[in-house]
T-cell receptor
Framework: ETGVTQTPRHLVMGMTNKKSLKCEQH?????MYWYKQSAKKPLELMFV???????ENNSVPSRFSPECPNSSHLFLHLHTLQPEDSALYLC???????????FGPGTRLTVL | TQLLEQSPQFLSIQEGENLTVYCNSS?????LQWYRQEPGEGPVLLVT?????EVKKLKRLTFQFGDARKDSSLHITAAQPGDTGLYLC?????????????FGKGTKLSVKP
């Protein structure tokens, strides 16, 4: 695998379910990001991790819980989501010292 | 709050036509990136511009960074159906968190054969 991978690519869940999104980067980067992309809105930054430490939480509701066990892996744990949380969730990584971010293919999430 | 305004929001053209997409802000950015995103996929980095007035070319795509580092443009010559997608500009700011980007809403381009 190369670049940034995300699984699953598609997820349908009910409001009472618990699920997790996974991101893995094979680029040797040390910063990882979660973004939410909804129709007609700019990409919304959710969380930032640098060297496994969370450095930014952009006022995200607690029903989204990130986890970064190491610099290559990032998870987003989901529970009791709302239909308005349906969106494309994108993971990205960046090498420290640079500004360029490299994105995964995203997980299309639908909350029923 | 820093914002990046992209225009036009939607663009539908015929194959072979030229087009320009704009990305404007009142803020100064240390660098600016352009991405293309196809449906169901993540954004793919096309180019990064760093120096005010810089022009970069990528085959039929020409990117320019404004002299004041507040705006940028993307010009496509002789558009092809394969150019179809969502074009996003993203700025890295001096004063904010290092490495974090501000994204525009994007320009959705459709090139018809």
């Amino acid at each position: 695998e190369t670049g940034v991978t995300q699984t699953p690519r598609h997820l349908v869940m009910g409001m009472t379910n618990k699920k997790s999104l996974k991101c893995e980067q094979h680029l040797g980067h040390n910063a990882m990001y979660w973004y939410k992309q909804s129709a007609k809105k700019p990409l919304e930054l959710m969380f930032v991790y640098n060297f496994k430490e969370q450095t930014e939480n952009n006022s995200v509701p607690s029903r989204f819980s990130p986890e970064c066990p190491n610099s290559s892996h990032l998870f987003l744990h989901l529970h009791t989501l709302q239909p308005e949380d349906s969106a494309l969730y994108l993971c990205a990584s960046r090498q420290g010292g640079g500004n360029e971010q490299f994105f995964g293919p995203g997980t299309r999430l639908t909350v029923l | 709050t820093q914002l990046l305004e992209q225009s036009p929001q939607f663009l539908s053209i015929q194959e072979g036509e030229n087009l320009t997409v704009y990305c404007n802000s009142s803020s100064v950015f240390s660098s600016l990136q352009w991405y293309r995103q196809e449906p169901g996929e993540g954004p793919v980095l096309l180019v990064t511009v760093v120096t005010g007035g810089e022009v970069k070319k990528l085959k039929r795509l020409t990117f320019q960074f404004g002299d004041a580092r507040k705006d940028s443009s993307l010009h496509i010559t002789a558009a092809q159906p394969g150019d179809t997608g969502l074009y996003l500009c993203a700025g890295a700011n001096y004063g904010g968190s290092q490495g974090n980007l501000i994204f525009g809403k994007g320009t959705k381009l459709s090139v018809k054969p």
